[in-house]
């Protein structure tokens, strides 16, 4: 059996992607500050890590701050991703064409927290289209001229008659898709698009068959089964003001959508325990009490620390203890069902949301108890065997007029009692 090291998915985003990354923080405002950023972001702007925690207008020229920022929020207001084509001059003065694509990250209430920019360089595209656009009619007097630009695109290109069904395509089609032209021809073009998209699909022609360029985001099926995502624009193709069909141009954004996922996880999860961060679990508490308001669905509320572990942090070194947290996070992890949530609230602190339609009380005692029994299993750390024990607060939130901030003091008083009465124990506050 053949090993291949594995590679960090922080470097792939880092230093493996051509395009760049830029994931914007969204603080109230809005204002957008610079969170993170590829080789490839610093290396084209100029930019360096001293813009990392600056907001837009503290870094840029204000005409492209406040560019940026209407951009940015068009996107939050969307709700969805949006692309819009842009220009600059780089570090050596060159102009500089990139098509940038916008994508609002929401945690589990709705609300838009980052933005993830991945910005495309499309300058030698843009350039052949200006070349386009001031010599229209030199391109429709030219067929082999007109044919080269088709042929050889960077986009797929597929020509669609006014009835849906596919006339030609380019060479990036079957590079994309692995379609050939005895696959393409012929056929309408929606059969390739998963069905629940098709109806999104059918709209984008039409609107096009009307003269509204249209552009959409599907998945569609290639050659092998597999989906993937594009996005597609639908612009119609007009001869001596008839308009004779649809020029479908797309690109294949299936490993953009997996960095944007990627980039949403990594907002909302703890790098040492892969758990849900304070954040993301903030979310998920205002989730629930509106489903206690709702839904008459009651909670409890477990918090959770490592009794002494200051101690151990200090004795063995923070490797141990970073060993001890993971080990403790599994073990919660372990003990929490379907229907609870476990996060990492900071430090050595964790935090248990668990939601059930009924008393939870009960619930609640049983679960301290397996986490204590669970405790008992000792820790491997540099070759010795640790016992760890932990303080639990338990609050019930039952009360329709419960907010957040009432229910998590609450629990953190009954934490803190927990600790007052020896540790290794649970207090309900």
């Keep these: 059996m053949n090993h291949y090291p594995s590679i960090s998915y922080d470097r792939v985003l880092m230093e493996g992607i051509r395009d760049m990354v830029f994931v914007m923080n969204v603080l109230p405002g809005p204002v957008f500050q610079y969170e993170f950023m590829n080789h490839s972001a610093s290396t084209h702007t100029g930019l360096v890590e001293r813009a990392i925690g600056k907001s837009l207008e503290a870094v840029l020229p204000k005409e492209m ?103 030609s395509k380019n060479l990036a089609v079957e590079t994309i898709t692995g379609y050939t032209d005895e696959d393409l ?28 360029a249209k552009e959409s985001q599907l998945t569609v099926y290639d050659k092998s089964g597999q989906e993937m995502n594009i996005i597609v624009k639908f612009t119609p193709i007009i001869m001596e003001g008839v308009t004779t069909g649809v020029f479908a141009i797309f690109k294949d954004v299936t490993l953009q959508k997996q960095y944007e996922e990627k980039l949403k996880y990594i907002a909302l999860h703890d790098p040492l325990t892969d758990l849900p961060n304070r954040r993301h679990f903030d979310a998920r508490l205002e989730y629930a009490l509106d489903n206690l308001v709702h839904r008459q669905r009651h909670f409890a509320l477990l918090m959770l620390d490592i009794d002494h572990f200051k101690e151990i942090n200090d004795k063995l070194g923070h490797d141990a203890g970073d060993t001890v947290i993971k080990d403790f996070a599994t073990k919660l992890s372990h003990c929490v069902s379907t229907t609870g949530t476990v996060a990492r609230y900071g430090g050595d602190e964790f935090i248990i949301l668990l939601e059930l339609p009924a008393d939870v009380k009960q619930p609640a005692i049983k679960l301290a108890n397996l986490i204590y029994e669970k405790m008992q299993i000792p820790v491997h750390v540099h070759g010795k065997q640790i016992r760890i024990t932990t303080s639990i607060g338990i609050a019930i939130a039952s009360n329709k007029e419960t907010t957040a901030k009432e229910i998590l003091k609450q629990v953190d008083i009954a934490l803190y009692k927990a600790k007052e009465n020896g540790r290794n124990t649970y207090f309900f506050g």
């Design 65 to 167: 701050a406040v560019y940026l920022n209407q951009e940015y929020q068009r996107a939050i207001d969307i709700g969805t991703s949006i692309t819009y084509e842009d220009s600059f001059l780089t570090p050596d003065g060159e102009r500089f064409y990139s098509e940038t694509r916008v994508t609002p990250l929401h945690d589990e209430s709705g609300i838009c927290t980052h933005l993830a920019a991945v910005v495309k360089d499309v300058t030698i595209q843009k350039k052949a289209q200006e070349e386009v656009q001031t010599s229209s009619d030199l391109l429709f007097q030219n067929q082999q001229r007109y044919q080269s630009l088709f042929e050889y695109n960077l986009d797929a290109v597929l020509s669609i008659d006014t009835n849906g069904r596919i006339i």
């Design 185 to 212: 021809i012929g056929e309408n073009f929606y059969k390739y698009v998963i069905p629940r998209e098709i109806p999104t699909a059918i709209k984008g022609f039409e609107q096009a068959l009307k003269r509204k």
